[in-house]
Each structure stands twice: as C-alpha cells, then as structure tokens.
C-alpha cells in the first residue's frame, strides 16, 4: 500500500481532473479543518502593500466578472479570518514539537 499526506485543496483538484484515479484512492485520516485557507505574504509587507492585496482580494470575491475565476480555483467567498482564529493550527506546532518533530527551517 501507498500512503501520502495532501492537503484538501490539493486533493479537491486532482479529483477534478482525475476522477478515475481518485476513485481508487481513499483518505484515511484528516486534520481538523482551518478556519480559511490564508493568503499569504512577507511579515515585511508594509501596512499599505497589505490594505491594498486585502481590497484585490476583496475585489475579486465580490466582483461577478470574477465568478469564472473562482469557480476554477474552487473558492465561494474570500472573508479577512482574525489571526486568533488559527491559533488551533499553531497548536499543531506545539504538539510536534512535544512529540519530538525537529523545527522545518
């Protein structure tokens, strides 16, 4: 048996587009779910550079001219998560760390 980790979007893609394969496949375990996939970018992002990648992102989900656009990316709505709300994710660190996983550098 082959065994791999994939994260859902991923997954969700490649059952799109290889449905015959992904039949054959099962998923055995899952983590508990993440409040939104986050965007990311530097922590030297300057504040505006910031404000003006969140009114784009804003732009595109509101914007019925982009409905094609995310319904191929598979995204139905793009929300600003409070930092806070991923802190469950950062949990996953601590318990990786307590188990003895080494730091990924």
């Not at 969700?12 to 779910?33: E, G, K, L, M, N």
């Amino acid at each position: 048996m082959d065994v791999t980790a994939v994260d859902c979007v991923t997954y969700a893609f490649w059952s799109r587009h290889r449905p015959d394969a992904a039949r054959r496949t099962r998923v055995i375990d899952q983590t508990p779910p993440s409040p939104s996939i986050p965007f990311v970018t530097s922590a030297k992002t300057v504040p505006a550079t910031v404000a003006a990648l969140r009114a784009a992102l804003t732009r595109i989900a509101r914007e019925p001219r982009f409905s094609g656009v995310r319904a191929g990316l598979m995204i139905t709505d793009i929300v600003d998560v409070p930092a806070e709300r991923y802190r469950a994710l950062l949990d996953y660190e601590r318990d990786a760390a307590a188990l003895g996983y080494r730091e990924l550098l």
